[in-house]
């Protein structure tokens, strides 16, 4: 395959993340999947190295590689496991990241600095039952009583929900501004009073990586644990899933290059009408092509990140890589399985898990649709032309990430 060029440090971060996965979790990623077990062990062991803290900024415990090591980071660990790197990613990407952009000071020293080193496991919650897609118009409320916020909702699909110590929380402060203003985050812990978790999905995909429904029943939060400033949080939310879809892209650059891995040797091994089936071109176009998304995959999620640690705007790209590698990554994983016959489909390997993994890709973080109108309004906006919604609809003109 031809390797994306990156610098000395991101390479021995993608040596050491590589180690890492080969060590503590291919060994175990079948039977996690099957047992629908959360590894904290494995989490545990990436914070002593540094791993969920790949880029924060030195003063916190980061490593202080930015996006781009994120990326690396994702596209290592997907390689072994979509569960584990979903873990970390709404550990890294969601809640510390979220902290990173809107804390204060006494909030990041507080926070930030545990999540990094992995003494805390974090949580991002926005999603309800009747607010998907249409994220501005989430019905958890939070109301100001004296110097304490009290909360009371209810948020769904929530990853590492039921397990984690901290989560970024996402309520209405004012009805009548809606998502301009109405809307506001708050850092939650898992022992405030009121807080209550429930259904724990049962998925067909990333089954390792639990899911939960929380409840938040007058549930009092201190004054100080507002996050960004109050009316501040839906374009923090909007920011956080901004930079988090670049990790998304990683991810599924690195389960593409493990499936096409798999696929070339297989090739190489596997006889039929007495010569490996690398001889035949159907089985050549397969890995050409499969080569040729991997390389787009990479170039445009790489390409991307720079643009992120440049600290400039990357709404579009960050859009059309969500898009683009999710369809890709689970194209590549499908047209893997086709080249392994009926192994491809037996869960002897793990392209049937890969495969079952693949598919929440294009609906978490934003669904493809979405990023579709995503990618218009930003398009259009070019020329000076802005797109007509209802009011708070996502995303709107002005309540697009970072307008």
């Not at 009073?193 to 429904?213: C, Q, W, Y």
């Not at 960004?228 to 389960?255: E, S, Y």
Request: some cysteine; aromatic content about 8%.
């Amino acid at each position: 395959m031809i390797e994306y060029e990156h610098s000395d440090e991101i390479k021995m971060l993608r040596q050491t993340v590589r180690e890492f996965v080969n060590k503590e979790i291919r060994p175990i990623a079948r039977e996690i999947d099957e047992e629908e077990r959360v590894p904290l062990e494995v989490i545990k062991k990436a914070g002593e190295l540094g791993l969920l803290a790949v880029p924060f900024p030195e003063k916190y415990g980061g490593l202080e590689l930015g996006i781009t090591g994120y990326c690396v980071l994702m596209e290592e660990l997907q390689r072994g496991d979509a569960s584990i790197a979903t873990i970390i990613g709404a550990h890294t990407q969601l809640c510390a990241m979220s902290i990173h952009l809107g804390g204060n000071e006494a909030q990041k020293d507080k926070y930030l600095r545990g999540l990094n080193q992995g003494r805390l496991i974090g949580a991002w919650a926005l999603t309800e039952p009747n607010a998907g897609s249409d994220a501005a118009h989430i019905s958890t409320t939070a109301e100001l009583h004296g110097d304490e916020w009290v909360i009371n909702g209810q948020k769904m699909w929530i990853t590492n929900g039921s397990f984690a110590d901290v989560i970024v929380v996402h309520a209405v402060t004012d009805k009548t501004r809606g998502a301009r203003g109405g809307i506001t985050a708050f850092i939650v812990e898992k022992d405030f009073p009121g807080f209550n978790v429930g259904k724990i999905e049962d998925k067909m995909g990333l089954r390792a990586s639990h899911t939960a429904s929380l409840y938040f029943e007058d549930m009092r939060v201190p004054a100080e644990n507002v996050l960004g400033g109050v009316g501040h949080g839906f374009p923090l939310a909007m920011k956080t899933l901004d930079i988090g879809r670049c990790g998304l892209g990683g991810g599924a650059v690195g389960g593409a290059k493990e499936a096409f891995e798999l696929s070339r040797q297989y090739a190489i091994t596997r006889h039929q009408f007495g010569r490996p089936i690398a001889e035949f071109q159907a089985i050549q176009f397969k890995l050409a092509e499969m080569a040729v998304k991997i390389y787009t995959m990479e170039q445009i999620v790489y390409d991307t990140a720079r643009k992120v640690d440049a600290g400039k705007n990357a709404t579009l790209e960050s859009s059309i890589v969500k898009l683009y590698c999710s369809e890709m990554a689970s194209e590549v994983i499908d047209e893997a399985i086709q080249i392994h016959g009926g192994m491809g489909f037996s869960r002897e390997l793990p392209l049937e898990r890969m495969y079952r993994d693949a598919r929440v890709t294009r609906i978490f973080e934003g669904t493809n649709e979405i990023q579709k109108s995503v990618i218009a309004t930003e398009l259009l906006k070019q020329v000076g032309y802005r797109i007509h919604r209802h009011e708070g609809a996502y995303p709107t003109p002005k309540n697009a990430p970072h307008s």
